[in-house]
């Protein structure tokens, strides 16, 4: 009797581990008779919106019935490095941070001629461009609203002007990438005639300078263009008057080695369904409302008619 109750035990335990792994599965699809259509790694970076994009890439490619492996929350010139290297196969990428950082171009303010330079430029290297969403994820510097409106700031040039000749001891934070690029504080106080005294500028992580800047441990940041937390927050992203930031154009890039006529299709139908305010709101869910990644990305899809 105690063999048949013992049995009886774990044949349920083992069922209980099939249902744990089947819920963990979600975003395959139930019908395992599909054949897969080739397998996939899908990179990603290593802040909300890459890791929106990767996921919802990831489901969307699913239930398409690819197989999908994902390999995402990479800095950038890391997942750059895995795509090069064959790592991963595909990943979004920012039109500006390609053409600048590894193009080492100069900057161009023009969405489409920067968009087609990294194109013809990454092509030759075996990385294809696939169409640009109209999600321009550009580098901003942001104020705390009411502050901005006590301070008539409302463009970069009043910053620099702010600085330069009323009070120069307003306080910055930046990440480290933005302290260090071309295209981040040092070219954009020299184009603009002013600088931060170091004594002023904090450098922290990407995900504490919107927080610093809410709690009026900072007086201006710098942030992303399609972050939902300056809607959260009540913040402003000052105007680039002077157009010192390039196009951060977001395009799904895929090594030449596994694309397809068919991905091809797909990733461009994704593109187009993609612009700033979608993106924004996305961000939104993630980081103000406290929504999980992977619900915001299938309900996304969902909404648009993606997947069923």
């Known amino acids: 009797m105690r063999k048949i109750l013992l049995g009886i035990l774990m044949f349920s335990l083992i069922l209980a581990l099939a249902a744990c792994g ?23 970076k290593d802040f909300t ?8 890439t990831s ?12 390999a995402s929350n990479m800095g950038s010139t890391v997942v750059r490095s ?20 590894y193009q080492k171009h100069d900057v161009e303010s023009d969405p489409d001629v920067t968009y087609q330079i990294v194109k013809d430029t990454d092509e030759k290297n075996g990385l294809i461009w696939l169409d640009k969403a109209e999600v321009n994820n550009t580098y901003a510097l942001l104020m705390r609203k009411d502050l901005a409106d006590e301070l008539k700031i409302k ?35 020299k184009l603009y005639g002013f600088e931060f005294p170091s004594k002023n500028v904090t450098r922290m992580d990407s995900g504490l300078l919107y927080n610093a800047l809410n709690e009026g441990q900072v007086d201006v940041s710098v942030g992303f263009a399609t972050d939902g937390r300056i809607k959260g927050f009540d913040l402003i992203a000052l105007e680039d008057d002077q157009m010192f930031f390039p196009a951060y154009n977001a395009a799904p890039v895929i090594r030449d080695e596994v694309l397809t006529d068919e991905l091809a299709e797909l990733l461009n139908k994704l593109s187009a ?3 700033t305010e979608v993106m924004m709101s996305l961000n939104y869910s993630v980081d103000v409302e406290h929504d999980e990644i ?15």
């Open 22 to 44: 089947e819920s963990d599965n979600a975003d395959n699809s139930d019908d395992k008779s599909k054949e897969s259509k080739g397998k996939v790694t899908i990179g990603g």
């Open 49 to 56: 919106e890459q890791l929106l994009l990767s996921k919802i």
């Open 59 to 70: 489901i969307y490619l699913k239930e398409n019935d690819y197989e999908v492996e994902e």
């Open 82 to 101: 895995a795509l090069e290297n064959g790592q991963v196969d595909l990943y979004w990428e920012y039109t500006g941070t390609a053409l600048v950082v």
């Open 155 to 189: 463009t970069l040039s009043d910053l620099a002007n702010h600085v330069n000749n009323i009070d120069d001891s307003l306080k910055f934070a930046s990440n480290a990438e933005f302290y260090a690029r071309e295209d981040g504080i040092k070219g954009l106080e």
């Open 273 to 275: 369904k993609l612009n």
């Open 294 to 308: 992977s619900e915001v990305a299938r309900e996304w899809l969902v909404q648009e008619g993606l997947v069923e």
